[in-house]
């Protein structure tokens, strides 16, 4: 939905065997303020025990064609949380960030009413380039990526990082650029890892293209552990009012990526091609028609933008107050009428790899094989990535310092242990709690039983 054209690349890889199921166990929640982080276990997100539905809503308040970080501003923050609490949502996406400015306040504010954060790690002058994809996964990109996991990490309340927003679009050749968005999902989750971070989930937002979606999600999910990612989402706008789970085509989405593997949810949703929409998707996300294989979604958008799909209107950015749309009531009103089901609404407790997708007319990529990390990047594995370049630097995709080869498979894998001190939650990027440090686990499940853990 966005009009700029951010990088990711899935990347191809053809006749990979699937793996084996991998059991995995929620792992337990870090309690550093009011929210318990997420996990991802199985083919869903866990609040330790609890199923995680991502309930929430896509945020660009100054519009796509403006690139502007609203956490770094909390008047603006602090006057949309208060509609986000009228609304009832549990999470936010936000498109655009600054990694050299704070987010304190913004974050801080969002954790105090409920609200996580998936935040895009891209931004229009750092990004893969659709149509010249491998000049653009060079270090100076992965500079600012990683300075962005950098600036986000340290909240509970980040839920998870897209690592490309809609690269891939309807032209086969933009099926090409899929190989770097994956190689950049591997190096953040690398960088995770090295850094020490507690585990914060990676996956790509697809855009609504129904010739390569089912191709670019087995990409996103095949070949070794370390190339694949944590989680697939993508937007969907097929669910025009009047409609319902059959009619919409919603039933087949379902059926299709049952035993995917790992959990998947709707980036964008909400078409509104039929005026005023009643937000009866939200009603199929939370029941049993879906649970079992997605984990929510995010409702596109909550301000009026040129497309018309805001549910409020702000007059200017700067604007103190703004003004709810007819639609702001109804999707309240779906809130409130489709709490997230309880228990486990049929997720599966292990996690597996699916087949790499072969080449084809729609899908062009012949590889299985990604291009390895650029030297400059490895390095900031150990060093970090230090200050981001912002939202006003020079841009990344013509600055050199690209990958020279492929990537062996593993290579990609965090060879660092957590840290003690940084932070308590940090995990090896391992899919198993069984390599979780056991006393760190059981402080942790201490801890927050009794409600103390602060750090
Ligand atoms: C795809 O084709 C278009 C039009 O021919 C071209 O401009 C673009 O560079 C191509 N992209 C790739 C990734 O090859
Ligand atoms: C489901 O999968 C079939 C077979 O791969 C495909 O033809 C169809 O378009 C898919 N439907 C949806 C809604 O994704
Ligand atoms: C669930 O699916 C059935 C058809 O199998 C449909 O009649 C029902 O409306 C769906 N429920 C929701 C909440 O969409």
């Known amino acids: 939905m966005r009009s700029i054209s951010l990088a990711s690349v899935l990347a191809s890889v053809a006749g990979l065997a699937t793996a084996s199921p991998t059991h995995t166990d929620p792992e337990p929640p870090t309690k550093r303020s009011t929210l318990p982080t997420v996990t991802v276990s199985g083919n869903a997100f866990w609040q330790g025990d609890t199923r995680f539905y991502i309930r929430g809503v896509d945020y660009q308040p100054g519009g796509s064609s403006e690139a502007a970080d609203p956490l770094a501003d909390p008047k603006v923050c602090k006057r949309d949380i208060t509609q986000f609490k009228a609304l009832g949502i549990n999470t936010i996406r936000v498109y655009i960030t600054d990694n050299a400015k704070d987010h304190d306040i913004c974050m801080n504010a969002l954790a105090d009413a409920g609200i996580y954060a998936i935040l895009d790690a891209n931004n229009p002058k750092y990004s893969i380039s659709r149509l010249n994809p491998d000049p653009s996964y060079n270090e100076v990109y992965l500079q600012s990526v990683f300075a962005t996991i950098d600036a986000f990490a340290k909240y509970p309340n980040t839920l998870a990082f897209f690592s490309g927003n809609e690269v891939v679009n309807d032209g086969a050749n933009s099926t090409l650029s899929a190989r770097y968005v994956k190689a950049t999902t591997r190096d953040m989750r690398q960088y995770i890892g090295n850094r020490g971070y507690r585990k914060i989930p990676v996956g790509y937002s697809a855009a609504d293209v129904a010739s390569n979606r089912r191709q670019l999600a087995d990409y996103m999910n095949c070949g070794t552990d370390d190339e694949r990612s ?226």
């Open 230 to 455: 944590d989680f697939f989402a993508f937007n969907d706008y097929s669910w025009c009012d009047p409609s319902n789970f059959i009619q919409s085509g919603w039933v087949d989405k379902v059926k299709n990526f049952t035993d995917y593997g790992i959990p998947i949810f709707l980036s964008e949703y909400g078409c509104n091609t039929g005026g005023k929409r009643d937000f009866g998707e939200f009603a199929a996300l939370m029941s049993e028609n879906m649970t079992s294989v997605y984990s929510g979604g995010l409702m596109f958008e909550y301000a009026m933008g040129p497309n018309a799909y805001g549910i409020v209107t702000i007059g200017d950015k700067q604007s103190d107050t703004v003004q709810q749309q007819s639609d702001f009531a109804r999707f309240a009103e779906a809130l409130a009428q489709h709490p997230a089901p309880s228990g486990k609404g049929g997720a599966k407790s292990s996690t597996h790899a699916m087949a790499c997708p072969t080449k084809d007319a729609n899908w062009l990529v012949d590889s299985t094989l990604l291009p390895a990390i650029p030297q400059g990047a490895k390095a900031l594995m150990k060093s970090g990535a230090g200050t981001g370049p912002g939202l006003d630097g020079p841009g990344s995709q013509n600055a050199g310092g690209t990958s020279t080869g492929d990537a062996k498979p593993g290579s990609g894998s965090a060879t660092a242990s957590p840290s003690s001190t940084k932070n308590a939650a940090g995990k090896p990027n391992a899919r198993s709690v069984d390599k979780q440090p056991f006393a760190v686990a059981g402080l942790v499940i201490l801890l927050t039983l009794s409600g103390t853990l602060l750090l």
